[in-house]
Nanobody, 120 residues
Framework: QVQLVESGGGLVQAGDSLRISCEAS????????VGWFRQAPNQDREFLGA????????YYTDSMKGRFTISKDNARNTSDLRINTLKPEDTAVYYC?????????????WGQGTQVTVSS
């Protein structure tokens, strides 16, 4: 059974940095690319970026470039999303997802999400 579990969300202050982790099990992690998404209240899910199977390539949407960094550790079956200089508009549920294809916005497996709330 494939599982992706996000952790590291919570209540933070504007200007802080945050690292969200995604731990995978039940799949050969080094064969999967990882994508990161978020969904703010009353908004559609937003694709943030992705990292390749080996972790050697990353892609970010234009709006995410600069403050967001995605990393991958195949030895630990984890991927991290780091967000710097958090803003209240970053408040959302953050999700990781896994796909055999990179780059893509279509993913086979999803985590349950972790809430990030940024106070001003």
């Amino acid at each position: 059974q494939v599982q992706l579990v996000e952790s590291g969300g919570g209540l933070v202050q504007a200007g802080d940095s945050l690292r969200i982790s995604c731990e995978a099990s039940g799949l050969t992690f080094n064969r999967y690319a990882v994508g990161w998404f978020r969904q703010a209240p009353n908004q559609d899910r937003e694709f943030l970026g992705a990292i390749s199977q080996t972790g050697s390539q990353t892609y970010y949407t234009d709006s995410m470039k600069g403050r967001f960094t995605i990393s991958k550790d195949n030895a630990r079956n984890t991927s991290d999303l780091r967000i710097n200089t958090l803003k209240p508009e970053d408040t959302a549920v953050y999700y990781c997802a896994a796909s055999r294809i990179y780059p893509t916005q279509k993913y086979d497996f999803w985590g349950q999400g972790t809430q990030v709330t940024v106070s001003s």
